[in-house]
């Protein structure tokens, strides 16, 4: 199909950006536009006008803070992959950045998209939530934050910018697994570990509805074994409901895959060179 009708504004600023999100009913941020524009081209999202973020150099760039790391939103998959930094303090989302797509998907989508989308299962958000990566907002309030599972749960909020990922400091201890779909590449199942001083955070995605952190899974796993038997016990115990059947799988399969990638993400994890 092709794109359906819509105006198009490249902003000099985030001011103007927020001014122009805040004026038109409909309008829609584009950053790296790999799942915007197709939605468009299929019919699956609408637009008025397309708000261009792409020249707002402020909004690239990954550097350290005193509470962590801060990735700018504009930064691209292929460069979340293949920083230093994230490589060795969070290599959760470097190795979910390396999954997404091919390399022109990950040249060209940016790390505040793929966090922010919610129409299709992708890799950074399971790995952000295992993270504890929070969402730095700009909207017509000010700023504001929301950490990764909630921006899961509910979304961008209207009118508003992500305009950067922060991210805890807490050295190379996190790790991501993913079944790809042969065709699409999206997560068949997606999972993403990270060890910290209360405990493991897992998260999973694909298999379910939206990205989620099991913490139930978390309690039952405690400080470990991580044994295949003893995740796969802990996965057991989760509600089959959670897992979502679908492109011929069943809720019981989703739920075991789950498990398997999650106890190898924990090895990885706790392999880690400090």
């Known amino acids: 199909m092709i794109l359906t009708e819509f105006d198009y504004v490249r902003p000099v600023g985030l001011d103007e950006a927020l001014t122009l999100l805040a ?14 524009l197709p939605g468009l081209r299929s019919g699956e999202d609408r637009a008025s006008l397309l708000v261009d973020l792409r020249g707002l150099e402020e909004l690239r760039g990954i550097e350290r803070t005193p509470e962590g790391i801060r990735i700018g939103a504009l930064t691209t998959l292929a460069e979340l992959a293949a920083d230093p930094l994230i490589l060795a303090e969070a290599p959760e989302l470097a190795a979910a950045a390396r999954a997404n797509g091919d390399p022109q998907v990950r040249n060209l989508g940016t790390a505040g998209g793929n966090l922010a989308a919610t129409g299709r ?3 950074l958000p399971v790995a952000a939530i295992a993270a504890g990566v929070t ?3 700009a909207g017509p309030g000010g700023v504001s934050t929301l950490t990764a599972e909630e921006l899961a749960a509910s979304g961008v909020p209207a009118g508003t910018v992500v305009t950067a990922l922060l991210v805890p400091a ?3 201890s996190g790790a991501f697994e993913k079944t790809a779909d042969r065709a699409t590449r999206y997560p068949v199942c997606a999972v993403a570990a990270r060890i910290t001083p209360d405990g493991p955070r897992i998260a999973v995605t694909g298999a379910t509805a939206r990205p989620l952190r099991l913490r139930g899974v978390e309690e039952r796993i405690g400080g470990g074994p991580y044994t295949t038997e003893n995740v796969l016990a802990a996965f057991r115990a989760e ?9 011929g799988t069943s809720a019981e399969y989703l739920g075991h895959l789950a498990g398997v990638l999650t106890a190898r993400a924990l090895t990885r994890a706790v392999q880690a060179p400090a």
Request: hydrophobic letters at 40%.
């Open 135 to 137: 969402a730095e907002l």
């Open 239 to 247: 509600p089959r409901e959670l897992f979502v059947p679908g492109r």
């Open 121 to 123: 299962a992708t890799d």
């Open 170 to 172: 807490a050295g190379r």
């Open 23 to 36: 004026g038109r009913p409909g309008a829609r941020v584009l950053a790296g536009g790999q799942s915007l």
